[in-house]
């Protein structure tokens, strides 16, 4: 289950925040390690591994093909 958040603003695009508890299960499917949430990024982060896992729609895509390596630069919000 996902929450719907907005900071406020007129117009402002619902975004779905992981349930925490689901955040407290899942680990690193590649090291077995603890993951950290970037909540701005919206993604879990192994440091571990060297790995973000991207959070789309309220749900963690947590397979290596949808990571991106910590050495990449995040993924632009598009927005300013």
């Known amino acids: 289950m996902t ?14 925040e992981p349930d925490p508890r ?9 090291t077995k390690g603890p993951l950290t949430y970037d909540r701005v990024a919206r993604e879990l982060i ?6 973000a896992f991207p959070i789309r729609n309220g749900v963690p895509l947590m397979t290596v093909e949808a990571a991106r390596s910590l050495d990449e630069p995040p ?3 598009g927005t300013r």
């Open 22 to 30: 689901l955040l407290e299960l899942l680990v690193c499917p590649v």
């Open 46 to 51: 192994s440091v571990k591994a060297s790995l």
């Open 3 to 16: 929450q719907a958040k907005t900071d406020g603003t007129p117009g402002d695009a619902v975004t779905e």
């Open 75 to 77: 993924p632009s919000s």
